[in-house]
């Protein structure tokens, strides 16, 4: 198993630009999130998936969208990208068990000029 | 509103010691689940411990275990026979069991030094 991956490891953008971080998890999970971390701080939720097809907002949606066409991938698209969302972003899924862990990917440093 | 506490941003232990990190957290539920996590240089967030709200009797993972006491709503993770490997940011989240809602809430860390 690969567990959670995600691509790319460290992205530049220039304000105004758009990317998509990508997210695959391979353990059949139908939770996934994504977090960002910034320097210093805890994990804060921007989206998360209860299953292909679902998403739902977190603490800081704002910036952000996610679409969920499969189990295994759950991407995350910034639009006209701003030094705010300078940040480390996480990936995680999880069963839908309430103590389930989430198992994280290795993060993605993103960095907005 | 649910929030979770970490007091001590930083943290240090001499190797082979015992350190005891501590969390609190503020909700009004009664069915939940405690979780530790530690985040290593390399930034991989990996699940330590978990402690769910009803079982009265503290988790235990090898030489990691919690100190939960749920009235005074704290869950302070200790670390015993300190290894270097032990250094990283410890993070305590908490989870309710309601419904699809599997949102961690999570504290904002404590930083562990293992000193050789």
């Known amino acids: 198993n690969a567990g959670v991956t995600q691509t790319p490891k460290f992205r530049i953008l220039k304000i105004g630009q758009s990317m998509t971080l990508q997210c695959t998890q391979d353990?059949?999970?139908?939770?996934m999130y994504w977090y960002r971390q910034d320097p210093g701080m805890g994990l804060k939720l921007i989206y998360y998936?209860?299953?292909?097809?679902?998403?739902d907002k977190g603490e800081v949606p704002n910036g952000y969208n996610v679409s969920r066409s499969t189990t295994e991938d759950f991407p995350l698209r910034l639009e006209l990208a701003a030094p705010s969302q300078t940040s480390v972003y996480f990936c995680?899924?999880?069963?839908?068990?309430?103590?389930?862990?989430?198992?994280f990917g290795p993060g993605t440093r993103l960095t907005v000029l | 509103a649910q929030t979770v506490t970490q007091s001590q941003p930083e943290m240090s232990v001499q190797e082979a010691e015992t350190v005891t990190l501590s969390c609190t957290y503020d909700?009004?539920?009664?069915?939940?689940?405690l979780f530790w996590y530690k985040q290593p240089p390399s930034r991989q967030m990996i699940l330590v411990i978990r402690?769910?709200?009803?079982k009265q009797q503290n988790a235990t993972e090898n030489r990691f275990s919690v100190n939960f006491q749920k009235a005074a709503k704290s869950f302070s993770l200790k670390i015993s026979d300190s290894q270097l490997g032990d250094a990283a940011m410890y993070f305590c989240?908490?989870?309710?069991?309601?419904?699809?809602?599997?949102?961690?809430?999570w504290g904002l860390g404590t930083s562990l030094a293992v000193n050789p």
């Open positions: 989240a908490y989870r309710v069991n309601a419904g699809n809602n599997r949102k961690l809430i």
């Open positions: 909700t009004s539920e009664s069915d939940y689940y």
């Open positions: 995680a899924s999880s069963y839908s068990t309430a103590g389930a862990e989430q198992f």
């Open positions: 353990m059949n999970h139908n939770y």
């Open positions: 998936s209860v299953g292909a097809g679902i998403t």
């Open positions: 402690q769910e709200a009803y």
